[in-house]
């Protein structure tokens, strides 16, 4: 799939933190969101990531990107052309072990191609999840994530943790939660 149009999808269903900025998903109005947090660094928990993906796999198709998502340029770097490397990998098995192996060295979305869910992984050891209202909900059955909101809410009120830019966007997201 061409660049451009992944980081449309991409950008319509992830939140993205580039230059110290929350950028919010151009879908917003139409989506619910969660938090998970802690993740096990740049990984779900095998616990989270079950609870997330057997939703997902059941309500969609099995078609998905993970894309590179820290940099404002990440989508127009060429993978081979950069030291490090970007990555927009396709997939099509929501396996856990799988999963698992991948390096995964940078801010991350996981994102379906017809831009119904998206999900944003950040360095600071949380998630946010996007999709539909009902999506959200069967996910919450499965995960509920209360004390992840609440173990959350602890870190922003940690003022040497947080930027206090940051740290106002994420609680006026939490807010509408």
């Not at 139409?30 to 779900?44: A, L, Q, V």
């Not at 098995?93 to 999900?119: M, N, P, Q, R, V």
């Amino acid at each position: 799939m061409d660049r451009k149009k992944l980081e449309n999808i991409c950008s319509s269903t992830c939140f993205r933190f580039i230059e110290h900025e929350l950028v919010y998903p151009q879908g917003i109005d139409n989506m619910s969101f969660m938090i998970i947090y802690p993740t096990d660094g740049f990984y779900f928990t095998k616990k989270q990531y079950l609870a997330i993906f057997n939703v997902i796999k059941k309500q969609f198709n099995n078609e998905y990107y993970i894309s590179d998502i820290e940099f404002a340029d990440s989508f127009s770097k060429e993978e081979k052309n950069t030291e490090l490397g970007y990555m927009h990998r396709k997939y099509t098995s929501f396996d856990y072990d799988s999963y698992i192996k991948e390096i995964l060295l940078f801010e991350y979305a996981i994102y379906d191609t017809e831009g119904l869910w998206g999900i944003s992984v950040f360095q600071d050891y949380y998630a946010i999840i996007c999709a539909n209202e009902k999506v959200i909900k069967d996910i919450m059955k499965n995960y509920p994530n209360s004390v992840d909101k609440r173990k959350f809410k602890e870190l922003l009120q940690c003022s040497n943790c947080v930027d206090s830019e940051f740290k106002e966007k994420i609680k006026e997201l939490i807010s509408k939660m």
